[in-house]
């Protein structure tokens, strides 16, 4: 009974990854569509198919909307599923990626290199020098951040994860007041260019800040799902999941090294965008259920879904400007997740 | 999914360098004689949309950044967003000709690509100086067909080089208050302090440069006759009334006299093409708070 049970969960999973899919694709679509440019639906599919299209076009849709919308998946998807991936190791539904200091310490690193460098770049993103100089000196910051935390922790060799925990308190504590130290340091320009870095945006989105960030997000999006099964036998409680054959030191050093690289990728790009990595996870799980067979897989696809409808609005709302996607997304995504839960309350109490 | 990855990028690449080649035959800024006039211009900057309007070519711009809006009249325009942050599609679909912009505007890809594309940008020095004030009117009318008109914006702001004389040179604390509670002084080579040294009056802070925060030791120490405020920033300190009871500030003659002076931030502080009364306005505001004027 028990199996057919999981059975059926995995059979109404697959129609929800399916249904998932299908948003994806149509919301990319749309996207695709839309924009400050206004251009139709059968020249968007004439450029997409290599037809005859105008020159303008062709390049607002190959050149600026698809590298765009593809970001959006990565960067998405790889935020929520590192989510869902900390949220299980650390057995803490208030996990989120940024907990280990990866969020901070990449804030840090930018904020360093923009009082360096002297403040020129406002956006993350490929394509000269100095703008690669500010993605690899945030995802450096992020990576040592963590690996402080780690290192505070005493190497993560205690079975419990509360000093990991706390080492990700210190740490995040310890760059913050950096930051701020930084902030006494840079003048206006500076100050302003490192305010607009942490809204977070992917609005400079181009094929090779696509290629940079590819390699990160793909084993992310191949390794992380991998851990569902030992996830969730980790869920009866460490010493339940050792008896069961878990080797949970070596699930907690994967989990955490692939999360905090893919995470550390995606905020060097982008820069920190809330909300996906905390609750589309459990977004995932108040309507799928808590299997992380379906949570981490779920969690990456409806992450890259609200993503790339968070900038479809963020590039249309306020047209030929931007809003920053990072306050889009919680703006999107709050709203759902009150009604997810309210739903839910009152569905447990009728 | 992969191979058609390859063969788009195989193609971008393709139009990048046939983009690059066709660019590098123009002139890439303005300025040449043989660049045509400008008829869609989108302006990154109030001071530059406050010259193209002064230039009596108001008509020409099709887009602005959301500093410009300070600026009024352009109220109805199409804004590009803030002049850090542009993006290359939102720019691309008014369809200009020419983008003008300062050094400070961005970010650079952003730009650079708008030039790929074939669109003539202009950058102007940023310079919060008076001769920074004439080069940016200089360049910028000479490239969009306003030069005579340019002449006549330039000539008040050609005696701004020597200040009025005051029979005692007020002694000027600059507090610049950007909300949420941050309070900065003004030190050296601001633009705020520019304007003090053009309105003959003394900095009343010298010994650092740039802005730091305000104590009460570091405003009484600087014995200050008159403190200066952006409109807002005094705004948001909540008035007059309460400016006067900053730590410290009851200890200087400034604060005993009451001796307070709020300007329009982008008059003060943004050299743009009025600067010329910008200064007067500052001159007068200070002369009538010590009741003395200085000689013409």
Redesign the interface.
Known sequence: MGISLVGKRLDAGNRAFGLALLGLVAASVIYLCL????ISLTEVLRVLT?GEAEQ?SW??V?????PRVLLAWLIGSGLALSGATQQAVFRNPLADPGLLGVTTGAALGASVFILVAGG????P?V??W??LGLVTSAFVGGLLATALAWILSAGGRSRDTAHLLLGGIAVNTMCASAIGLIF?LV???QL??IT?WTLG?I??AN?SSLLLLLPFSLVGLVVLPRLARALDLLQLGEADASFLGVDIRRVRVVAIVVSTATVAAAVAVAGPITFVGLVVPHLVRLVFGASHRIVLPMSALVGALLLTIADLLS?TL?????LPVGIVTSMVGAPFFAWLLFVGRSRRQA | MKSNLGVLLRQWSLLAVVGGTVVSAEPVHGGSDSAPCPQRIVSCGADLTEIVTLLDRGDSLVGVDDSSQLVGAQKELPRVGYKRALNIEGVLSLRPDLVIATADAGPPHVLQRLNELGIDILMLPEEKTVPGTIERIEKLSSRICAVAEGEELVKPLLDLESPPRWEEPPRVLFIYARGGGVVNVSGRGTAADEMIRLAGAINAVNDYAGYRPMTAEGLISAQPDVILFTDHGLEALGGVEAASRLPGLAKTKAGRNQSIVAVDELMLLGFGPRVDEAVDMLVDSIGSRLGSLPKP
């Open positions: 924009g400050a440019m206004r290599g303008m390049l607002v190959r050149d600026l909307r698809l020129t770049p406002t956006s993103v394509g000269s100095i703008d006494f003048d206006d320009v302003r260019s607009f945006s609005g400079s094929w590039r306020v047209a030929p400007a931007e």
